[in-house]
């Protein structure tokens, strides 16, 4: 699968389920869209990013963003408008070029992931949990919590509006806002070395749109705001307490 390849880092992985949300359960699609996000999440710099956008269900077969990231896995429903499932997708990291403080850093490896969810639906609502682990010795795991709700359904738009947290263990905490010894001797910023504890990393405000221009094609947009937390906060590698973001694609429905 080559959604996951294309974007780096949790924020950028994040602009993948949330720009397919609006109209995820409109049946399958494919498309593509680009997204203006930060480089890191924390990061005062911006990047444009193109967004792969996929959803596909076949029985309990499915590709579509789980917890942040391009993923295909396998479903099961507990009851009505509760499912569970499985699911493994990639990411990419960091390049240590990406941003001005992470030069000498050293990169964060393309990876694996994988990992388990929860969904309810409810109505217009959608309430969900999923922990995804990095499939790399020492990039530890993530907990994400989010709930959306369909503000406007018609025939020709569907709005979503939805928040979201995610919750960090010490390994993957460190991985994207520690900086290690090394890595602060290294550092062409003069970094000073962090150890953060696990905890909530992040949160999310977001708003989807998807517009029906006919029958085959949509067009999907997508804006938010992130902000980190905790520990995140306090890294020496954060010089913006919150990003906004946005996306916008379209997709033919199959």
Known sequence: MTMGILARGALGAAVLSMTGAAYAQSGNFIGLGAGAIP?????????????????YHSGNFFITPRAGLPAMGLKTSLAQDLDVGVFVGLNLGRDENDADLTKGMGDIKFHGA?????????GRYSLGAAYRQAARSGYGGTLELRASYAALKTE???????????????DAMQTWFGVTSSQAA????????????????????FTSWGYRINSDWSALTTVGVNTVLGDARDSPLNERK??????VGVVYKF
């Open 39 to 55: 480089v890191y999440e924390g990061s005062s710099q911006y990047r444009v990013i193109p967004v792969p956008l996929i959803n």
């Open 114 to 122: 994988y990992g388990a969810y929860v969904e309810w639906r409810p």
């Open 156 to 170: 020709a738009h569907t709005v979503q509006v939805g928040v979201s947290t995610e919750w960090a263990n010490r």
């Open 186 to 205: 290294n550092s062409r910023e003069g970094l000073s070395t962090y150890s953060p504890s696990s905890g909530f990393k992040s949160a999310t405000l």
């Open 242 to 247: 919150a990003n906004v973001f946005g996306s």
